[in-house]
């Protein structure tokens, strides 16, 4: 029995980069996710701008606080057109974004978004589910089409949405020394 | 008035997991997590471990071994994909499953903490293959996407199991190389002219990405960048191909 394990175990590494503008990212984000549920060409390439937006706004090393400072950005940076400026400055003006709020409180994206979470459940078998008439995670668990890989999520559900702290993943890797109390 | 001693003993025991019983299956394996965790994250969505061996002949049938193991110890709770049944090494050969380490004593010795089940992947990949495995797996998914990107614009392609010299007629691949010689990661980026992100820089798309804020405080980045790009042009990007083995490198896309 040795501690060697746990010396080769990866260090908590801090980030080297702050977001700074993570209010606006996570509702970039959260957007390119719910065009990631539809199977339509031209909203997969918006999940795409939607991410690569996110990464580029994650970088910057200040806050973007006017729209000038929105226009100046969409000006230096590829991919970024007119339509994706306007989104951007909405959100740095108000705060809000419309557009994501309503596809938000739409009904079947909160369906979709919910199958999805389900292990091995892409936007196809979501909808496949949906257009089936399933509303819940029970509807869904009757289906006698569920793979392998689909039940276990199923069973599962509530643990696999939670996140594993690093500390639980090293020891995985490396196992841990656990007390025994006796008596 | 006596004084009555209440001896307690505290056993403190090794519970070992898959780096340690994989150890014992096979001496000299090794073993790397990757994913969020490498990146230095402080939570991470699930766990996904590599493991190779300097003797490639060794890994035949370590992975279902080692998942036998786990599950005996009931650690790994369910497979949704199975480990090659161990007469030929498939590399690469994965186990896609989901384990829960046993209920932690805590200290405090009255509170057991419940644990949670989670996503384990191992996979085993041949150690020529490894660097490529672990670049892949490390992530992010933009980070892989502005590296592929910059490969192909190179006539070349990158997977997770290897770099390629690939000829393209359109879009559709026709012929490709065997893969460059790079065992380390270190070694995939001068192969690929780039200067090495190190794993908790790679959240975002590499500096090289045309994406780029060309922007006073990143302009130093985007000045390597066009350097790395022009010196990548001048030299072309020529890595050596490996002649030997013949691995398949379909290369699959990340999930």
Redesign the interface.
Known sequence: ?TLE?SK?A?P??????VNLNQDITDKLERMAKIYQLSRETKDAFRVMSY??IA??I?????RIKSPEEVQQ?AA????IGGRMAEHIMEIVKTGNYAKLDQANQDGRNQTLMLFTKV??VGASLAEKFYRDGCRTLEDISKRPDLS??NR?GL??FD??Q?????S???????????????? | MKQVLYAVFVCIARQAFVREVALAILPGVELITCGSYRRGRPTCGDVDILLTHQNAEKLEGLLARLVRELEKQKFVTDCISTPSNGDILVSPDTFMGVCVLPASVASSMSTAAPRLHRRLDIRVYQPEQFAFALLYFTGSDLFNRSMRLWTRKHGLTLSDQGLCNATHVGRERVAKSKSARCLTEHEIFAALKLEYVPPEQRETSGAWASDLIKDDLAADAAASAREAAGAAEAARLSPTFMEDTEPSMDAADPS
Request: charged letters at 25%; a positive charge.
């Open positions: 029995m394990g080769t990866a908590v590494v801090l980030q080297t980069g991410q690569r990464g580029v994650k970088k910057l090393p200040y950005l230096r940076t590829r991919g292990l091995s392998r890989a276990i069973q599962y643990e696999l939670q996140r594993i702290p690093r639980e993943v090293a020891e995985i890797e490396v196992g841990y020394w656990s007390e025994t109390y006796s008596p």
